[in-house]
């Protein structure tokens, strides 16, 4: 099938019909999974600091680092949280933070080699703006770090902080935040040396729809070169509780959650753009079961995470409580049969 | 190819058959569904999509019904019954502004005389002359005529005469006797649900239909109960619009699984394609949550339904949707879809449009 370019991305994306833009999706979905098999990963999102420098404006969970509710797990805590994750099954650990200013690189190095020791468990963990920030205050190169991190331990990096991938939208976002081209290099580094990583985009603040197809292009020109990606996983803005959604920067009223139908059609276009990203996340968290079953003749063939903790969406006041069984029940009522993998996407056990 | 078909004769006027209908509720497409939907729902509505600014009172849920499938309903005396009284329903009626009707369902209380519910409506009737009244649904005006000796042409008259114009469509659940008696056993019959709004709608008062899907039907069920849905509109026509309710499972005493968003929008898609003689098809988002409400929009439905201050039946089931959305949620979620927002009174008149 012929790739699509940029310009029919954008007409798709502004005028093209909801219903036959998924149906496209769904083609495309449905000839790179013709199994009929809906994948998820069972694992836990821990966030070992609250404390953040950056201070994104989208963002509910960061605190300054003298806040009374600003926190670093300690050693103690973390194992117990692993334990858990292992006692349920879980195959993974997603590990991210704010960017502390008193944490060194041997603060990491140490964490993942103290889980390594004791733990079976993939380390899925620090994004692209964790890692920029610790080579910055180092004085390494983004490679240099990823090797050091890598040989304490980490096995993959999640596409967290890519929001969008256009340097206009990010002045406005998080100006203090790495910028594409920064977080672009550090999956390109991490894809070099072996490791796979996701890709993610935060959609639904400021930007326009040229903006979310600069992101699509962005990640689907790497992943032509590198084939590192496993998934896309695009999410929208929570407004809640976000100095974003306070101070309305750039907009005419309120900033208004992207609604349904924005969702499906990011999604959907992703599906098409990203042909040569295999797996494409639909986000449960942010949109709901019922939407995330939709969402999977939408372009979506993966449920992402069961999300034993997550704290950042939580903070935006978006919570939905679902357990394993939830989602493989949503998985088989939208008629697929539903598989636990592991982070690399091999399939642990279908249900 | 027999979607094709089908849309070409829904278009020239024609109808869907009882087995195309349940071969099309088992078919995977639901884009081709959804589409032949949307078309019908914009030959009947064009682009418009409604909404109203609503008030619901649920005046007691003490019920001598108690459905397996209710998480809202109490005893008398039993921990969290409660009862208003008409000054206390008066009162929060009062405390809103910019509402166009009230919806009143209850329980279906074990002493309160019919008089009362007339006291009630007329009471609401003076103090608000403007305002649509819908009230009661089949179950409890059955009711209603059991505690009074009344037959349902007298005590719906009587109502109508206190001021009552509109009925909900609940109660209707599922008409399949089979599962129907497994749902709801102490609830009237499915023919008696049509019996009493056949008599309504002779009467003069409007009235909504539902369905309750997800729990233990087929979609064999769905059909036949959409069909008889479809022959009572025929020979009456007092129905306004049609809502599909997803069951939801938790506390409950049959339990079981939300049913999926596919599921929900392929319903709606559905209940537009059979229910060609229904004005209105309503994606009711209280029940289906504002993201596959907004959605059903696509696919054959044409009402958001309300701005609903206080509901208390669907989330006492586990409903994860919020307790009411603005006037401009509602105008947002509608303008996102590609609609023109329309808010109407309870009777489908045009308040305002944008």
């Not at chain 1, 603060?107 to 004791?118: F, Q, V």
């Not at chain 1, 968290?285 to 997550?310: C, H, P, Y």
């Not at chain 2, 519910?117 to 608000?128: D, L, P």
């Not at chain 2, 004005?279 to 949550?289: E, F, P, R, S, V």
């Amino acid at each position: 099938m012929e790739r699509i370019s940029k310009e029919e991305a954008l007409a798709h994306f502004k005028s093209a019909d909801l219903l036959d833009l998924g149906e496209k999706a769904d083609l495309v979905r449905e000839a790179l999974h013709p199994e009929g098999m809906v994948t998820f990963v069972v694992d836990r999102n821990i966030n070992y600091t609250n404390v953040c420098i950056n201070q994104c404006r989208f963002c509910a969970f960061y605190r300054d680092a003298e806040s009374p509710d600003a926190y670093v797990l300690s050693e103690e805590e973390l194992f117990k949280k692993i334990e858990e994750t292992i006692a349920l099954e879980g195959t993974q650990i997603l590990i991210q933070g704010g960017l502390h200013p008193n944490l060194g690189l041997d603060y990491y190095t140490a964490l993942l080699k103290s889980i390594k020791a004791r733990f079976e468990i993939n380390v899925h963990g620090f994004s692209p703006p964790e890692v920029c920030y610790l080579a910055k205050k180092h004085n390494l190169t983004v490679r240099e770090t990823i090797q050091i991190l890598k040989d304490a331990g980490l096995d993959s990096i999640p596409g967290g902080g890519a929001e969008i991938l256009s340097d206009r939208v990010r002045e406005v976002l998080s100006p203090k935040k790495i910028k594409s081209g920064e977080w672009l290099r550090v999956m390109e580094e991490a894809h070099g040396l072996g490791m796979r990583t996701t890709a993610t985009m935060m959609f639904g603040s400021v930007e326009a729809p040229e903006d979310i197809i600069e992101h699509l292009d962005a990640i689907r020109s790497l992943q032509d070169r590198t084939r590192g990606f496993t998934a896309f996983i695009p999410w929208s803005f929570q407004p809640g509780n976000t100095e974003l959604s306070r101070d309305n920067v750039g907009l005419q009223g309120s900033i208004r959650p992207a609604t349904a139908i924005d969702y499906l059609r990011v999604l959907a276009l992703a599906r098409l753009y990203l042909d040569n990203v295999r797996n494409v996340q639909a986000s449960w968290v942010t949109q709901g079961l019922k939407l995330a079953q939709v969402a999977l003749r939408f372009g979506a063939n993966d449920f992402g995470s069961t999300m034993i903790e997550e704290n950042v969406v939580r903070a935006a006041g978006v919570s939905y409580v679902v357990s394993k069984e939830d989602i493989i029940a949503a998985i088989k009522a939208a008629g697929f049969e539903a598989a636990q993998r592991n982070t690399y996407y091999s399939i642990i056990r279908k249900f | 190819m027999m979607l094709r078909v089908i849309s070409d004769r829904i278009k020239g006027g024609g109808r869907l058959s009882y087995e195309e209908a349940v071969g099309l509720f088992k078919n995977d497409d639901i884009f081709g569904i959804g589409r032949v939907a949307a078309e019908a729902a914009e030959r009947k509505n064009g682009k418009k999509a409604y909404f109203i600014v609503n008030r619901h009172i649920n005046p007691t849920n003490i019920c001598v019904n108690r459905c397996k499938f209710c998480a809202f309903s109490r005893s008398k005396d039993e921990e969290g019954c409660f009862e208003l009284t008409i000054d206390q329903i008066l009162e929060r009626l009062s405390s809103v502004h910019g509402v166009s009707e009230v919806h009143i369902v209850g329980g279906l209380h074990p002493d309160w005389p019919f008089e009362h519910y007339i006291t009630m409506i007329s009471a609401i009737r003076q103090k608000f002359p403007l305002l649509n009244i819908k009230a009661f649904t089949a179950v409890e005006i059955d009711y209603f005529s059991r505690i009074s000796g009344r037959g349902l042409e007298e005590v719906l008259t009587k109502l109508k005469e206190s001021g009552l114009q509109i009925m909900p469509g609940g109660g209707a659940e599922i008409f399949a006797e089979g599962i129907r008696n497994q749902l709801c056993p102490e609830k009237i019959s499915g023919e008696r649900w049509r019996e009493v709004m056949e008599v309504a709608h002779h009467v003069g008062i409007k009235t909504n239909a539902t369905m309750l899907y997800g729990h233990l039907e087929t979609f064999e069920d769905r059909v036949d109960h959409l069909f008889k849905l479809r022959d009572l509109q025929d020979k009456t026509g007092g129905f306004q619009a049609f809502i599909s309710l997803a069951y939801h499972p938790k506390n409950t005493e049959i339990g079981g699984f939300y049913s999926s968003g596919i599921d929900d929008l392929k319903t709606i898609a559905m209940s537009r394609l059979i229910l060609d003689n229904f004005d209105h098809i309503k994606a009711y988002w209280i029940m289906l949550g504002e993201k596959i409400s907004q959605t059903a929009l696509l696919f054959g439905a044409d009402d958001l339904d309300g701005t609903i201050i206080e509901e208390k039946i669907t989330h006492m089931a586990g409903a994860m949707t919020g307790e009411g959305m603005t006037r401009e949620d509602l105008i947002y979620l509608i303008r996102k879809a590609g609609k023109t927002a329309v808010e109407r009174d309870g009777l489908y008149n045009e308040i305002w449009k944008g």
